[in-house]
C-alpha cells in the first residue's frame, strides 16, 4: 500500500512539473519587440548629419559649396530610388535651398524652383511627414525668396505654410523659429518673440545635436534683432 501511494504521489508530482513549467514561462516578460528598421530613414539621417556639418562646421564658402554639391547627389539619389516616399524629397529641397542661401543672387533661383517643386509633391503625398517639414520649407522659401518679378516669393503663402506646419508639429524648434524669423522680416517684432523664445526652449532632437546647437545661435541673433527694433519702436501688426 505504502509504494502504491509513493507511486501516485510521484506521478502526481511529474504530472504538475509540465503545468508549473508552463505557468512559469507565462509569468516571465516577453522580450521587447524591436522597431523594425526603416532603410530610406537611415539614409535620411545620414544627409542630416552632413547638412548640420556643412551649414553649422565649414567656414569657407567655397569649401561649403563643394560639399553640399555632393550631398545635393546623394540626395537625389535616395529621391529617385524612393519616388512612393516624401521625406527623401523634403530633405532634397532642403539641401538645395541651402545651396542657394550659400550662392545667393538670380543663379540660385533655379535651386530654389526646384526645392519648391520637390516640397510641393512631397506635401501632397504626406503633409506629415517629419512632422510637417514641407510646410516648414516652403513657408521658408516664401518669405526668403524674392516676389515677382525675380521669383515666387509671397508673404501670404510663407504665413499660410508656417501656420500649418506650427499645427502639426506646436513645439518644434524649426517650425516656432521660421515663423518667429518671418515675423521679424514682417516687421512684427512683438509676435517674433513669442515664437523664437519658444524655438529656444523646444525639446532636443535625439542624432541631431549639432543641427539644434546651429539653430539655437540663429535664434538668439534673430532675438537680439528683435530686442532692437522694440527698444526702436517696431510696428507692431496682430492678425
Known amino acids: 500500500m505504502k509504494k502504491y501511494l509513493y507511486l501516485l504521489s510521484a506521478l502526481l508530482v511529474s504530472a504538475a512539473i509540465p503545468a508549473l513549467a508552463q505557468e512559469t514561462a507565462t509569468l516571465q516578460p516577453a522580450a521587447a519587440v524591436q522597431p523594425a528598421v526603416d532603410p530610406v530613414m537611415q539614409q535620411i539621417s545620414t544627409l542630416q548629419a552632413r547638412w548640420a556639418e556643412i551649414k553649422y562646421q565649414i567656414p569657407s564658402d567655397d569649401a561649403k559649396i563643394e560639399a553640399i554639391h555632393t550631398l545635393e547627389d546623394q540626395a537625389a539619389q535616395i529621391t529617385a530610388a524612393n519616388p512612393a516616399r516624401a521625406e527623401p524629397k523634403i530633405w532634397e529641397a532642403i539641401i538645395l535651398s541651402t545651396d542657394a542661401g550659400i550662392v545667393k543672387g538670380m543663379s540660385a533661383l533655379s535651386k530654389v524652383e526646384k526645392a519648391k517643386a520637390l516640397l510641393e509633391a512631397a506635401e501632397k503625398m504626406d503633409s506629415q511627414a517629419l512632422e510637417g517639414s514641407a510646410h516648414t520649407s516652403l513657408g521658408s522659401l516664401y518669405y526668403q525668396v524674392p516676389g515677382w518679378p525675380v521669383g515666387f516669393g509671397d508673404s501670404e503663402k510663407a ?79 496682430f492678425n
Open 159 to 237: 504665413e499660410e505654410h508656417l501656420k500649418m506646419a506650427l499645427q502639426i508639429n506646436p513645439n518644434g524648434i524649426d517650425p516656432n523659429y521660421f515663423y518667429g524669423d518671418f515675423l521679424l522680416q514682417d516687421d512684427r517684432p512683438a509676435e517674433a518673440k513669442t515664437y523664437l523664445e519658444r524655438a529656444l526652449v523646444a525639446p532636443a532632437r535625439p542624432g541631431r545635436e549639432l543641427a539644434d546647437a546651429g539653430r539655437h545661435q540663429e535664434i538668439k541673433v534673430a532675438l537680439a534683432k528683435v530686442e532692437e527694433k522694440l527698444k526702436s519702436g517696431g510696428k507692431k501688426q
